[in-house]
């Protein structure tokens, strides 16, 4: 029986996988069979025995099977999968373990797993930044209105506003590149992390077992990896996630019946909007995306709530880890990818933003107004007092602003009507918005090592 929607709905099989049961038992694996070759390079334990545990720490001998029968008897997981890979090891199965503490397997096998999911991510993130490059650049001149608490403010370009999504993911990118080594760490320090039971050597042996499987280490933990490490993944998670939200719930915004600037890929000979109103087609991916978000923010507080242990560790966060990794990193990735595709297949209206604009009467214009009254020499607070006097009246009168303007001496003293005329076209006062996009797509290019 299938319950977690992950299991049915949601997810790409490629980072699933990774958190798969097989595959979480591999890396418990692969880490036992690294302390033991550790082990033998010290001279704690013979080579011979060392690489016997190597050959059958893998699934051809160790099932997932044999290892949840132990456990039935066990209730202990880890000892269940100590004790499934000393069945398969012979004499040398009396060295498998040897000095470590539960949490020094799981922990490293976690990174392990951790180490592979974000090289994924990583990649997302990447082809999320090559796809909102473009269309920045192929938009870099499409000129739309600007909007601030819901009501037009002034131009600017549809290229502009992508770029700045551009400009977060690439910090964002970033971020990821900066936190790996704090978050894909390992322990083999024993049960309290002073390396007791490993003797002598600890150091050493802590040291290759972490160089072979390509982690750091963690320089003083307790029982377990320190929390605050997980706690950093799980938040800059989050933030990416809520990132993709704000872009998505802006395509929402902008498919909006009344307003229709952009819309979702929409297949129309076979799609379906709706159960019962025919002619719907709604924002499915932008509005998944928003939904799933929510669901990777909400498991921040746990995580941070795991960082709370008493002493040296308690088990309190291990239930919660089960849920709490898996399903951030998971639905990260479907997040990232489903964001991409919304982008890559996004339809741009030019001609209803130009339509948008015109609802506006000209009122968009105004800044550009007072700030040409400026430069002919009107002082600032007059020119903005003028111009929003017209303003209102326009609205008043439901009259163009132009008209407006045409009809306050303080205005025809200063701007001819031709003047006028040309500084309230929106396409002259967009700024350096596409210069700033050529900027950012260049940052995108410099990151990635890429022509976009």
Same mark, same amino acid.
């Given at each position: 029986m299938l319950l977690c929607p992950l299991d049915y709905r949601y997810g790409?099989?490629? !980072?699933? %996988?990774?958190?798969? +049961?097989?595959?979480?038992?591999?890396?418990?694996?692969?880490? +036992?069979?690294?302390l033991a070759k550790a082990h033998a390079d010290v001279?704690?334990?013979?080579?011979?025995?060392?690489?016997?545990?190597a050959a059958v720490a893998n699934l051809e001998h160790v099932t997932?099977?044999?290892?949840? +029968? !132990?456990?039935?008897?066990t209730r202990h997981d880890i000892m269940a999968v100590v004790k499934a890979l000393t069945e398969q090891c012979g004499d040398a199965g009396r060295f498998v373990h040897l000095g470590a503490t539960s949490n020094d397997i799981i922990d490293t096998a976690t990174a392990i797993q951790l180490d592979g999911a974000l090289e994924i991510i990583s990649k997302d993130l990447d082809d999320l930044i090559i796809t909102l490059a473009t269309v920045a650049k192929r938009h870099r001149g499409t000129v739309m209105v600007g909007r601030t608490h819901g009501q037009f403010a002034i131009p600017i370009t549809f290229g502009f506003k992508v770029a700045g999504y551009l400009a977060e993911m690439i910090r964002h990118r970033?971020?990821? %590149? +900066?936190? %790996?080594?704090?978050?894909?760490?390992?322990k083999m320090s024993g049960a309290v992390g002073t390396g007791a039971a490993l003797g002598e050597h600890f150091f050493q042996i802590q040291k290759l077992v972490m160089n072979d499987l390509g982690l750091g280490v963690e320089e003083v933990a307790t029982q377990i990896v320190g929390r605050d490490r997980y706690t950093e993944l799980i938040t800059l998670m989050a933030s990416i996630c809520t990132s993709c939200e704000r872009y998505a719930t802006e395509i929402?915004?902008?498919?909006?019946?009344?307003?229709?600037?952009?819309?979702?890929?929409?297949?129309?000979e076979k799609q379906v909007g709706s159960s019962t109103m025919a002619h719907k087609k709604n924002p499915v991916i932008s509005e998944n995306v928003c939904g799933l978000a929510r669901i990777v923010r909400a498991f921040v507080t746990p995580t941070l709530e795991n960082?709370?242990?008493w002493h040296e560790r308690d088990l309190t966060n291990s239930s919660a880890e089960r849920f709490i990794i898996p399903h951030v990193i998971v639905l990260s990735d479907d997040i990232l990818t489903k964001t991409r595709k919304m982008f890559s297949s996004l339809a741009v209206n030019k001609e209803r933003m130009l339509s948008n604009m015109a609802m506006a009467k000209g009122k968009i214009m105004a800044e550009a107004v007072m700030i040409y009254l400026v430069e002919k020499g009107m002082g600032r607070q007059v020119a903005h007092e003028v111009v929003r006097r017209a303003s209102m009246g326009?609205?008043?009168?439901?009259?163009?602003?132009?008209?407006?303007?045409?009809?306050d001496e303080e205005v025809t003293l200063l701007i %001819?009507?031709?003047?006028?005329?040309?500084?309230?076209?929106?396409?002259?006062?967009?700024?350096?918005?596409?210069? !700033?996009?050529?900027?950012?797509?260049?940052?995108?290019?410099?990151?990635?090592?890429?022509?976009?």
């Open positions: 790409r099989d490629e !980072i699933k %996988s990774i958190f798969a +049961e097989e595959s979480k038992l591999l890396a418990l694996l692969n880490v +036992e069979a690294s001279g704690n334990i013979p080579r011979d025995a060392a690489n016997e545990i997932v099977k044999r290892v949840k +029968e !132990i456990e039935e008897e970033k971020r990821l %590149s +900066e936190v %790996s080594e704090r978050i894909l760490v390992g929402r915004n902008l498919q909006r019946s009344e307003i229709q600037e952009v819309c979702e890929a929409f297949d129309a960082m709370i242990l326009a609205d008043e009168r439901d009259v163009h602003l132009l008209e407006a303007l045409k009809d %001819s009507e031709k003047e006028l005329e040309k500084v309230m076209k929106p396409e002259n006062y967009i700024g350096k918005a596409p210069e !700033i996009v050529d900027r950012m797509v260049a940052k995108a290019e410099l990151l990635l090592g890429l022509k976009i």
